[in-house]
């Protein structure tokens, strides 16, 4: 039992010692980099304990030695020759008289590669020269050097100070002479957009803004000189001191900048409400009004007041990075902040970078587009005017085969375009695209439908624009043919729009088509009784007919015996017009002249029907045809009672 503890505890020893070498091994080690602890006297670092000495770390030597050292220079009568080196046990001692201050061992000097005696002479040659340069520094002599110095720089901060009392107060007073003379109102067609005194405030600001940076400057100067100078506080760190200036200075540069920007802004206002009519006129594309004087007033008005807060926004953002970035203890906030803002604007110019080549092949595809679109629309309006002929092809199929083949330019034009888009490689706009394209397909089919019976109609050559035409129950003229409807304007003024794939699935009357030739035929019926000679009503027919408006006499009018009836026979006159537009007015013209060439030849017209006892009823004649002697004949009645019977 005894022999398996021994063998135990001699495991033990010898991984203890193998730590043992282990740490001194790394300690010996000249590659391995050590942290290095200051001996600082008077703000000057002379140089750095490295090694451990004993129980004592090095960091723990450094803060013994800059105690003694303080303490010994706390007593003026320091005598340097007192400084002085001894050796005791492989150490070099550096002693004031016998009070030890530190010690160099011989590991500090393998750290530092030098010998143990160079490196302890040279530690007491340095901690000599700045005990002197203390007592130096510390001397009456040069305290009172040191307040000359300081009460000089006092008396000229102050001579300027004086200075800037006198002197800008005439630079003011020259500025505010100079309106009217120098400085003059802006004007903008007679209106005065900038008068002179607010280039008078301006420059007064700019004046008054340069004093105070002036004078700021100057008391950072002496203050920073003052606490250079004096002995008590030229040692003294003041990290800050020249933060504070300057965001002294930027407060109030921030304040007079959004104090300036809102000023102008409420000038603008003003100056707005009073332009109108004079630099604010209303928007117009010949006789449509885009956009009213009142409209643009509001914009403008708008835009005024919106880019006020922007500015102010922006400008107290970057007043509030840069004051934080004056100071190490809130520079990171600073960076943050300014982060915020710059990486995605910074990203955005990249992009945009990156993006200028595409671009550039974008609009060279656009540009060449738009010759092929404007060389195309030159060939098919020379097919308008009939320069150029195409056997088969109409002219008045030009203009819509011309926006056909703009449309297929277009959209060729955009498949090209599109892998050239910036984020066109990416899910989000892939999927944003299939979304627009499910979408239009949804929604679409009704539009693609009247497009395509659009482009049939062109094509048949149904209609054009001024046809009267007639589509389902629709009477009226053509006034606009589109891809998707054709408006049609009725008799009435009434307009209707009428989708193309209902007018292709109904048939089409065109009353126009016929007018270029012998013109078209107007027809209607009347009904003469049987004691009336047919020579004679279609006499009058005709010439009701060639007394009407619009009705040519070549080709003549003719009529057509279209039924004998039980009580009359019907008569169809037909005439030929070439107004087809005015069809309503014509035939209202025709059925006046009708009724007085009948009424005037004393021919009664029978329809409507008319029962009548014919030896005892009034006329249908008009009163102003008939004869001034013209009596209502009485109503006799025969009997046969004295006529024998039949046999």
Do not use: C
């Amino acid at each position: 039992m005894i022999m398996k503890i021994d063998k135990y505890l001699w495991g033990l020893f010898f991984l203890l010692l193998f730590y043992q070498q282990n740490n001194f091994s790394q300690a010996d080690s000249p590659n391995i980099e050590k942290i290095g602890y200051p001996l600082i006297v008077d703000s000057d670092t002379l140089f750095y304990f490295y090694e451990n000495l004993g129980p004592f770390s090095a960091e723990v030597r450094a803060r013994e030695a800059n105690s003694k050292i303080i303490s010994l220079l706390k007593n003026n009568q320091i005598e340097i020759d007192s400084v002085n080196l001894v050796t005791q046990d492989n150490l070099y001692l550096i002693r004031y008289k016998s009070k030890v201050i530190f010690s160099i061992s011989e590991r500090d000097a393998a750290y530092l590669s030098r010998s143990s005696e160079d490196l302890a002479n040279e530690y007491l040659q340095n901690i000599k020269e700045a005990i002197f340069k203390h007592d130096l520094k510390y001397s009456n002599q040069n305290i009172f050097s040191s307040f000359g110095k300081v009460i000089g720089i006092i008396l000229v901060y102050l001579l300027f100070l004086i200075g800037f009392a006198k002197i800008f107060p005439r630079i003011y007073l020259f500025i505010e002479s100079l309106e009217g003379k120098l400085f003059h109102s802006i004007s903008f067609r007679q209106v005065e957009v900038i008068s002179g005194e607010s280039i008078i405030i301006v420059l007064l600001a700019v004046f008054k803004l340069f004093r105070l940076f002036a004078s700021l400057f100057l008391l950072y100067v002496v203050v920073e000189q003052v606490i250079s100078i004096l002995p008590w506080t030229s040692n003294l760190k003041l990290p800050g001191l020249r933060g504070i200036f300057i965001a002294i200075f930027i407060t109030f540069f921030t304040l007079t900048l959004i104090k300036g920007i809102n000023r102008l802004s409420l000038n603008l206002l003003k100056k707005i409400r009073f332009w109108k009519g004079t630099v604010i006129q209303s928007v117009r594309i010949k006789r449509v009004n885009l956009l009213s004087e009142d409209r643009i007033i509001g914009l403008l008005i708008l835009f005024v007041r919106n880019f006020k807060n922007v500015m102010n926004i922006v400008i107290g953002y970057f007043y509030i990075t840069f004051t934080l970035s004056l100071f190490e203890f809130t520079s990171t906030w600073s960076d943050k902040l300014l982060s915020y803002f710059l990486d995605p604007l910074l990203a955005v110019l990249n992009e945009i970078i990156k993006f200028i080549p595409n671009l550039i092949f974008i609009v060279i595809i656009i540009l060449v587009s738009k010759y092929i679109i404007k060389f195309i629309h030159f060939i098919f309006r020379e097919i308008e005017k009939g320069d150029i002929e195409i056997p088969g092809f109409l002219p008045d199929w030009s203009i819509p085969t011309f926006k056909i083949f703009r449309f297929l330019i277009i959209v060729f034009a955009i498949i090209i375009i599109y892998p050239h888009l910036p984020g066109s490689n990416s899910k989000a706009f892939e999927g944003v695209s299939v979304l627009l394209g499910i979408l239009l397909s949804l929604a679409s089919a009704s539009a693609i439908s009247n497009i395509v019976s659009g482009t049939v109609l062109t094509y048949m050559n149904a209609f054009k624009l001024g046809d009267r035409v007639k589509i389902a129950d629709t009477l009226g003229d053509v006034i606009e043919k589109t891809l998707l409807v054709t408006r049609i304007r009725t008799a009435k003024n009434v307009e209707i729009a009428i989708p193309n794939s209902i007018i292709l699935s109904n048939h089409i009357i065109n009353f126009s088509k016929s007018n270029a030739n012998e013109g078209l035929i107007l027809h209607t019926t009347v009904t003469i009784g049987y004691d009336v000679p047919w020579k004679k009503v279609h006499e009058l027919l005709i010439n009701a007919a060639l007394a009407s408006e619009n009705v040519v006499d070549d080709p003549k009018p003719f009529v057509l015996q279209t039924s004998l009836d039980d009580f009359y026979v019907s008569y169809e006159l037909n005439a030929f017009t070439k107004e087809p537009n005015r069809m309503a007015t014509i035939y209202s013209s025709l059925h006046q002249n009708i009724q007085d060439k009948f009424n005037e030849a004393g021919v009664e017209i029978m329809s409507p029907h008319y029962g009548a006892h014919r030896d005892g009823s009034q006329t249908t004649i008009p009163t102003d045809y008939l004869p001034k002697d013209y009596k209502t004949p009485t109503f006799n009645i025969t009997t046969n009672w004295n006529k024998p019977k039949s046999e």
